[in-house]
């Protein structure tokens, strides 16, 4: 158990529909990651917040979006979604060693 | 798009067996890490090497690097078949900066 909640677990969504995914870690750090993993693929890194400030970002349009509260909680949200939206979104916190990651199990999006 | 490729992209044995699975990468890198995913789910950590490391250790689990070939092996020794999952690794280029994954080898270990 890392500790990293999130949530819904699945979803369903239309093409242009928006959508808002969850997450959460017990122990409140100050940053938090976002990667997209389609289906038989590794995860590709979309950004990462640091103190409610997004300081890094991937290879990922201006459609996806994110938010980090100051409870570190955090959301990623993507508008007028695509079928190739579709795929697991792990949400991750820093682990002991430099760059160790602990990810959540992720919100499985489907856009019909 | 992601710089790690690993091979073989499926790997089957049998239980007690080893199994063996590479990674290289494309640029100098801060260290290497390798994560297990079980269907679906999250990501789990493994073990982390540095660039300065040839070889590490952990348990049933021991990774080498090969800063010169950009390339990296993990080899489960007396496999079982709770290790079946997907295997990853995952490059830091930079302190802090992000993780870039291959696309993973799916191990399959029957009973």
């Known amino acids: 158990e890392t500790g990293v909640t999130q949530s819904p677990t699945h979803l369903i969504k239309t093409r242009g529909q928006q959508v808002t995914l969850r997450c959460s870690s017990q122990?409140?750090?100050?940053?938090v990651s976002w990667y997209q993993q389609a289906l038989g693929q590794g995860p590709q890194f979309i950004f990462q917040?640091?103190?409610?400030?997004?300081?890094g970002r991937g290879n990922f349009p201006p459609r996806f979006s994110g938010l980090q509260f100051p409870n570190y909680s955090s959301e990623l949200n993507v508008n007028a979604l695509e079928l190739d939206d579709s795929a697991l979104y792990l949400c991750?916190?820093?682990?002991?060693?430099?760059?160790?990651?602990?990810f959540g199990e992720g919100s499985r999006l489907t856009v019909l | 798009s992601q710089q790690g490729e690993e091979d073989p992209q499926a790997l089957s044995i049998q239980e007690g067996e080893n199994a063996t699975m590479n990674c290289s990468y494309k640029?100098?890198?801060?260290?290497l890490q390798w994560y297990r995913q079980n269907s679906g789910r999250g990501l789990v950590h493994l073990i982390l090497?540095?660039?300065?490391?040839r070889e590490k250790h952990s348990g049933r689990l021991r990774v080498t690097l090969d800063t010169s070939k950009k390339s990296s092996s993990l080899l489960i020794t007396a496999s079982r078949a709770a290790d079946t999952a997907s295997y990853f690794c995952?490059?830091?280029?930079?302190?802090?900066?992000?993780?870039?994954f291959g696309q993973g080898t799916e191990l399959s270990v029957k009973p």
């Open positions: 991750a916190i820093p682990g002991t060693g430099p760059g160790e990651l602990f």
């Open positions: 122990s409140g750090h100050n940053t």
């Open positions: 917040y640091y103190r409610e400030e997004e300081n």
């Open positions: 640029t100098s890198i801060n260290n």
């Open positions: 090497i540095r660039s300065n490391e």
């Open positions: 995952a490059t830091l280029y930079n302190q802090g900066g992000k993780l870039i």
